[in-house]
């Protein structure tokens, strides 16, 4: 029964978010009708302790990050340079090779450290303007920049400076180059059946006479300003926030050390505030590094960009307000399904698969799922079950470094369902539904998840790592 109670709430949330009701109102619902079918005194401890403890602490750490990514994104729409790097897309890729251009742009963000979330932000001016252009759908957007921000460069490629790459590490004390074999053939098989699905569904339109569409919302406004950037100056702001974001992670860990503390007031006798900065230098990181891009747009298009610099950033507020309290309540959707008995059965069960690899696969995959994020479903798996594969492993003389990616791939699987925050975010900064566009999301995830199997198909018959 308490297994049937967590599958219950999960079908529910995904079937609301589907349909187009608001996860801010469905999730709490969904969250709390678990716990009361599983424990009715725990409604309302659950609610306040848990559920609304980790919204609101998803909200402390990562608006000012969906903040600035939105307000970035606006100042590249506002400003030309999306229309600018468009147009010179097009002229050296061709119209054809659109969807190949914004996969690139994702994974240049993405592989550089910039949060996935600023990635869907900071692209979907440049994707909106080139799939008009060449008249590409634009329910395929999602699709497209889920396959350059969500896949290969997230947790497949070797290096990669993104959280799912990271979890693994601390539980089988690798590095994040762990499996470098492994991980680029992972990543080219994502990369070249994903850009295979996403040009025959192009095709399909294209026969069907399906354009670009009409009547779209979230549409970036059309330039009004005169003569075109260079694209080499319009691109430098991305470039800037790849480039700071890099430094900057080097820099603030070395400048403040692992905390720092500071006195909130000079009258009275206030505890100083000590900030645990391992926890947050990325995340501040990635702030510094929007703020130089944005200090970049306006230093050369001052004139463009404030002509609707007013309306324009009230909408980019108001989507980062939207996309983050999203986001944020799926977060507490997660925590309270994973204090829930239903879920620790949900574990038990997957751990009984014999073979380690795929017991481990697809463990952190439907976990993953469950909760509705890569990191979160990663780190409950390896947090109770790490010992037991790492001893499967042994037993069976598989490296830890193979552990580690098939971990971190594993985790961007079926986190991807209809409940995800990264899903939903992409969705709602591009002005579209799950009915429209989530078919295609859903497809790149089926491949991300084989390619999990697939690099373990190649482990066991190559013995690479």
């Not at 100042?75 to 890729?93: D, H, P």
């Not at 603030?252 to 009258?267: E, K, R």
């Not at 306006?298 to 007013?310: D, I, P, Q």
Request: proline content about 5%; glycine content about 10%; hydrophobic content about 55%.
């Amino acid at each position: 029964m308490a297994f049937l109670i967590v599958l219950a709430a999960l079908c529910f949330l995904m079937f609301v978010a589907y349909r187009g009701y608001s996860v801010i109102l469905f999730a709490p619902v969904a969250a709390l009708g678990a716990v009361l079918l599983t424990d009715p005194s725990l409604v309302a401890p659950m609610f306040t302790g848990l559920f609304m403890d980790k919204m609101v602490g998803f909200l402390k750490l990562y608006f000012p990050v969906f903040l600035l990514g939105a307000i970035f994104g606006k100042l590249i729409e506002l400003s030309g340079y999306s229309k600018s790097i468009v147009a010179a897309t097009i002229r050296l890729l061709g119209r054809e090779r659109a969807m190949l251009s914004i996969v690139a742009v994702c994974a240049l963000l993405t592989y550089g450290g910039v949060s996935l979330f600023v990635v869907v932000f900071a692209v979907y001016p440049f994707a909106a303007e080139l799939f008009r252009q060449s008249d590409i759908p634009k329910r395929l957007i999602p699709g497209t920049i889920a396959l350059g921000a969500f896949t290969f460069t997230m947790d497949a490629l070797p290096g990669t400076p993104q959280i799912q790459n990271i979890i693994p590490a601390s539980f089988f004390g690798t590095n994040t180059w762990a499996a470098p074999w492994l991980g680029t053939l992972g990543g080219v098989f994502i990369l070249f059946v994903g850009l295979l699905y996403l040009n025959w569904r192009r095709r399909s339109a294209l026969k069907a006479g399906e354009g670009y569409g009409t009547g779209l919302l979230n549409e970036p406004a059309p330039y009004a300003g005169g003569k075109l950037a260079s694209p080499l100056l319009a691109i430098l702001p991305l470039v800037l926030v790849g480039v700071s974001n890099k430094l900057f992670t080097a820099w603030i860990p070395a400048f403040y050390g692992s905390s720092h503390s500071f006195d909130p007031a000079v009258i009275g006798d206030a505890a100083p505030v000590v900030q645990d900065v391992s926890k947050v230098a990325a995340i501040w990181a990635v702030e510094g590094a929007l703020l130089v891009g944005i200090v970049c747009v306006l230093a050369f298009a001052w004139k463009s960009v404030m002509t609707s610099f007013a309306e324009g950033t009230k909408a980019a507020i108001g989507g980062a307000l939207l996309a983050a309290m999203n986001t944020a309540s799926e977060y507490g959707f997660g925590a309270v399904i994973a204090a829930l008995p239903g879920f620790l059965i949900v574990a038990d069960a997957l751990g009984a698969i014999p073979n380690p690899l795929i017991n481990e696969a697809v463990t952190v995959t439907a976990l993953a799922g469950i909760t509705g994020s890569a990191s979160g479903g990663m780190s409950i798996a390896l947090a109770a079950m790490a010992d037991t594969f790492i001893a499967n492993a042994n037993a069976a003389g598989i490296p830890m470094e193979v552990l580690h990616r098939v971990a971190a791939m594993a985790s961007g699987g079926m986190d991807t369902l209809p409940h995800n925050g990264a899903v939903i975010t992409l969705l709602a900064v591009t002005g579209l539904s799950h009915r429209q566009a989530y078919k295609d999301i859903f497809a790149i995830t089926l491949v991300k998840t084989l390619a999990v199997f697939v690099v373990i198909g190649l482990y066991y018959a190559t013995g690479l790592v």
